[in-house]
């Protein structure tokens, strides 16, 4: 059991040691195929120092809402770390406390606690952002439920790490309709809730146009250091299920040993570098849809769930 607690305590501070560098080599990597010549990868580290050494300026018209926000869109993610198979191929001390529908609902609250905080100071910007930043939780948030539904229904299980296991036993369930249809929607999600483009540019700060940098436009200080660092770990828990959950399932420690773990560090780094790679190809070569498109983009990620449960319900 110590050794357990002690893999996931690694887990969840790998994750949030290296959610900063994959945000900035995915940023760094785009830039370098627009030809430009971009921030250095470890930006946003130095983004986060020095808003973590800044004073907090807080909204008079604000309430208890605004200051407990941050906290609570932080931890959501960060409790998901130690829910899924991050490093290990089997199940850790807190494994069973949420299945893959849980997860969903978790990572939707932080989602829920965000939209509440930037319309909570009263400023004209932050619900104007915060009414589109809805609008887009409010079609992704039920592809987050659905989808995290669809891994659990295609591979008949709940729990993250038997959903794992069951697609290295199965290696024909890993090319079944089904399983390839998921794969698209999840990565379909991972370009919504990334704030990657084409739903979404992260890097624009054009008040009437932002959509996710918008919900922490009115924080300074720690509480903006922690809502950007939360972006940059869903992202990588994102990459790190459709990855070790959905797409290579393997490179994880098998055995209870702690070299074994140290050495899937490496080889979990190297799957998300590819992966980031995919997504700089798919940045860099769709322009960004407008606003009244982004309802077209997700509801083809919902429609793609659908098909996949109906495939595997016609498959069985």
Not at 68 to 93: C, E, G, K, Q
Request: some cysteine.
């Amino acid at each position: 059991m110590a050794f357990r607690i002690l893999c996931n305590a690694l887990q969840l501070l790998v994750v949030l040691a290296l959610s900063p560098l994959i945000s900035g080599v995915l940023s760094r990597l785009k830039e370098i195929v627009q030809s430009k010549r971009g921030p250095s990868i470890f930006q946003p580290y130095r983004d986060l120092w020095k808003l973590f050494h800044k004073d907090e300026v807080v909204s008079s018209q604000s309430s208890w809402i605004f200051r407990v926000t941050p906290y609570v869109v932080f931890v959501a993610p960060a409790f998901v770390v130690l829910l899924i198979p991050v490093l290990t191929s089997y199940p850790l001390y807190l494994a069973f406390m949420a299945d893959m529908v849980g997860v969903g609902f978790i990572l939707a609250l932080g989602g829920f606690f965000a939209i509440l905080g930037a319309v909570d100071p009263a400023n004209p910007y932050g619900p104007m952002g915060a009414s589109r930043t809805r609008m887009v939780g409010f079609l992704a948030e039920p592809v987050f439920v659905i989808v995290f539904f669809t891994v659990s229904y295609v591979a008949g299980s709940t729990i993250p790490y038997i959903v794992q296991a069951q697609w290295v036993v199965s290696p024909e369930s890993f090319l079944a309709p089904a399983h390839i249809l998921l794969l698209a929607a999840f990565l379909m999600l991972i370009l919504a809730e990334g704030g990657r483009i084409p739903v979404d540019s992260p890097t624009g700060h054009f008040e009437l146009a932002m959509i996710d940098e918008s919900k922490s436009l009115e924080y300074s200080g720690r509480g903006a250091a922690l809502i950007k660092w939360s972006g940059h770990v869903k992202l990588m828990v994102l990459m790190c299920v459709f990855l070790n959950v959905l797409v290579t399932p393997w490179g994880l420690a098998a055995r209870q040993r702690f070299l074994e773990v140290l050495l899937a560090i490496p080889l979990v780094a190297l799957k998300i570098l590819i992966l980031i790679l995919v997504l700089v190809v798919i940045e860099s070569s769709l322009a960004k849809l407008r606003l009244f498109r982004i309802s077209e983009f997700l509801g083809a990620a919902f429609i793609t769930c659908v098909a996949a449960m109906i495939t595997r319900a016609f498959a069985s």
